[in-house]
């Protein structure tokens, strides 16, 4: 009973905060962003404001946190409540959590980020001379992105993994490749449907060359499908990430991050009967994960619903 | 006829439809009445609203419209506050509608016999092997070919013209009291056309249905109504009986649609024949990977001449643009400009070469990138071209405006969607202008306009072709716009050139027999022209025409 | 006319043919994956510090000292007989380590579409039917946060709630081959209902969207209005034709799940493939990462093949030609 009051109080707070915020931006926006923010609904407004908070918290992580990354204290273990230097307790071997758990932020999403933006440059980069150049280009890389994608990219990022080591550069590479087969496809489609336009045939009987062609032609009506796709392409890496960190595999100590975080928490749910506070304290980085996915994915589907609609 | 039974009243009809998170209104309070066995006319060009009307008097509306005001009554029953379940008795019982695309209004899935039984067993009117014996007699009636087997097929498996006929036998299964054609043959080629407008006259007739028949074509609906209603933006503009409206409209809109067909520019002189073609196409054949789509194409283009190449969907004349312009080198034979051979393929083509031939194509929407500045698509093609550069090209880019009648101040720095599809394609052809070429193809540029719009389009076309001494391929269908601005005529059929002459000796018979059939089929604006043309071929012929087209 | 067509028969054995090539791909990628090491992986593997004979044993295991060619076809011949090598770590074959555990495995996404296929072809059907409802948002933002969340945050939070706070299951799936099948699947149901969470929401999503799609089509209108009845329209004119869509919805959310099933087995430690696959990767165990791999994707292969020879056989075009 109690758990459901905090949920609804949560679900007014959030409700009350993205409808303040939504109201804010349209007071302080000029005119086009007035009639952008208007029409947006209350989720979407919800993950964008979560989106700014997150983004903030990771950059000025160093102000926040009360500790450095990887400050060790001779107290360790200690639970929430134990010590009032150390709101949410100390690890084993004596750092302190809410310091990394700010810091897993900064690391998680940083290293998600330059992944998706790795990722995005490969692909998009293949997807458009795919479309745009045709004939053998075309077949070469499209069939070797089908033979990559015939493997789940789960399953591939560990063979990789295995074979190259564990370590943070090689999963920012590794991911960065296997994710680049999806842009590539979604980039190739896109450009795929500009391609057949006429006003791209009449660039081509004008006989302009392929950078002109690309980045004045197919670029500017190809932006609003990838920077949704950008949203999306970075939940997926960031899930991944985290569920490799969570498996040992991803982001290596010291880094600080939250799937790792997870998994040596984890053991902590089972005090939740008598120590709830501390129960939650795996669930704290877990949620974390999933709040800013969530956030994302809310303006994501925003976004894709207002280009269909625009279409009709 | 006005003694009839009223059988439905529509009162101040107000329809708002939904577009960019915002309601506006898109029908503004229309009148409408229909009687008994009467075939009502909706008329008017793209926006007017005829479709939303028409579903309207169904008591229907689309996904993204709501009627706001006003009052349908049909026999009696008010159509806009009935249940639902009421509704659907009424629907496809009493009233039936055929639709635009029957290819995509018949559902892939079953086969077309029974979906025609469909309604009648729903609506309790027939049982499901009265109804399968109905459709095969109304199948006869329509003179579909082999009315026994045909509705045992799946509608992928049977063309297009007689997919729409057996929709008509669909909305007939239940014998209602009116049917709404929604634009039932634009899909369609004009020697189709006649088979399908044909047979939905005589049905109408033989079964006293009362009808509305929502189109575009003026010449369409001069065979098919007994009353027109002409429509503008949602707005009524007048209403009268067929002979009186094509007689003497009153309105001075309705005026300018009718007087589109009488534009008619003074002959040119014929070219002197040692002149040298600006293109020569010479025996060329092309292909599709395979399959061979064109055969020995041979014709001559002359400085300030216009060629019009007329054919069906599928007869080829958009190829042969593509085989000029170099996007399809051809198998065979080879293209002339200025006796001098253009190299096949347009990447191995010089700049100069490139510049000499442009094209204006037949949809703006997509001609256009609509992610680039006015100043830029006329800008870029002025600055490859002719080196101009800063205020020069500016300068330039703005005579052009001029010269396509566009304001260079208003339109300079706009993007192509804020433009009317009649400045869009005065955009295309000044792009094609940029680059001062001899020779423009124009691929359909009128059919995707309006009327009026079209109107405009040709005259301008025809200014430039007299100023600057263009040749011209037409590339067109549609022969109302051939018979205005042509010198020579190409007619083409399945990748070949069937007849090809000056225009005065294509409009006179003898013909060739497609020729003929190609001709005769055009509606004319005379009301007797179809029940006329139908005793000319004799009713058989039309079946023979359709299935020597199989 | 009847029956099915030539054009049917040789797009499904087209199909068929391109599935065993990327089969065949996909094993050559896996093999030369690992061959294609920069330096010496006998060196890599076992360190810097480690003594020549030691390397030159590990070579002669791995096969390096044969040609390439050689190697490839005679891992290949093996696994197709069942014979995947043997374990770098404890010595034993490879495929008496896997054997119990797949079927395991096959057992947790079994149970795990068992419940998920219907609830979410249904739910995804109902939301369609009654799109932009107060039914259809919520079920818009529950989903998206389902998809969103990370699967061991949902494990956590329903180990919280039904095994701690509640003790209806365990929280540590201890199955094993001696179990009667309702302790299994009770021990299974944790793991089974967090991948159920997960794709629930995926193919609900989708499954909603396709018929949408469908909806639109102008044959749809049509039927409306000849007076059919939204339940007839839904279940005589839509359904036929959303088969294909469907089909291929189960079978994407099908080959998602074996890559859910990973995180899954770690976290409740169910002895499955999943987990030894982790555990391999940890140390290295190229024979038994190999063989992991070529399970899983040649199930996903096989799930995606499936998925396009009953899409193709749905069609009507294809399957009435001309």
Redesign the interface.
Known sequence: MTTLLYIVGILVVAAAASWLFRAALIAVLPRPGKLLFR?MPL?ASFGLLMIIIYVSAALFAPVIAPYGEAEVFDKFNALPGDDPRFLLGTDQIGRDLLTRLIYGGRNTIGIAFLTTVLAFLLGAIAGFLAATVGGWLDQLLSRTV???M???????A??????F??STINMILVIAVLDSTRVFRLSRAVAGNIVV???I??A?????GLGYLIF??IL??ATPPLIAEFGMRF?FVF?LI??LS????GIQPPLADW?SM??DL?QF??Y??FAPLT?SL??MA??A??LL??S???VV?WMLHRAS??K? | MSEAELLVTVRGLRIEGRS??RWNEIVHGIDLDLHRGEVLGLIGESGAGKSTIGLACMGFTRD?CRITDGTIEFDGIDLRNISPARRRRILGRRIAYVAQSAAASFNPAHKIIDQHTEGPMIHHVMSVAESRADAIELYRRLRLPDPEHIGFRYPHQVSGGQLQRAMTAMAMSCRPDMIIFDEPTTALDVTTQIEVLAAIRDIVEQYNTAAIYITHDLAVVAQMADRIKVLLRGDEVEEADTRTMLAHPREEYTKSLWAVRTFAPPPKPPAPPTEVPVISVQNVSASYGAAPVLFDVSFDIHKGRTVAVVGESGSGKSTVARCI???LPPTKGQILHNGTPLPPD?RK?S?DQ?RQAQ?I?Q?AD???????RISEILG??VQ??TGLRGAERRRRVEALLEQIEMEPSEFYNRFPPELSGGQKQRIGIA?ALA?EPEFIICDEVTSALDQLVAEGILKLLDRLQRELGLAYMFITHDLATVRSIADEVVVMKNGEVVEAGPKPEMFTPPHHPYTDLLLSSVPEMDPDWLTNLLKQRGVENIGDAASARM | MSGFGFDLLRLIAKRLGLGLI?LF??SL??FL??NL?PGDFAQ?ILGQGATEEAVAAIRRELGLDQPMVQRYLSWLGGALQGDFGTSFGNKRPVAELLGQRFLNTLFLAGVAAAIAVPLAVGLGVLAALYRNSVFDRVA??AT??S???????LA??L??FLA??NPVFD?LSNVSPDLDFWTRLQRTMLPALTLTLVVTAHMMRMTRAAIINLLASPYIEMARLKGVSPARVIVHHALPNALAPIINVIALNL?YL??GV??VE??FVYPGVGQL??D???I?D?PI??A??LI??AT??LLNLTADVLSILSNPRLRHPK
Do not use: H, W
């Open positions: 029409t989720v089908d033979a990559l015939a493997i789940p990219q789960l399953i591939f560990l063979l990789l993994i295995t074979i080591g564990q336009m006429d006003y045939e009449a081509k009987l004008r006989g302009e004045r032609e500017p009506n939940c899930l985290a569920a969570f498996l040992g595999l799937g997870v998994r984890s749910i089972n939740a009967v129960a795996p669930l877990a949620g994960i999933a996915t969530v994302v994915n809310f589907d609609g625009l009709e | 960019e998170d993204g312009t170099g996007l347009y083509r700049r490139l094209m194509y949809m997509t001609a256009l990138n609509p992610k680039v870029r093609p490859f071209y792009r680059a | 990327t791909v996909v990628i896996i994956a690992v090491l890599e818009n933002v998206l946060t998809i969103s969340s990370p699967e061991f945050f956590y939070i180990i919280l701690v706070v929280s080959a074996i890559t990973v995180v770690v976290v696959f982790v391999s990767v940890k290295r190229i990462v190999q992991c791999c899983f994707a996903y292969i």
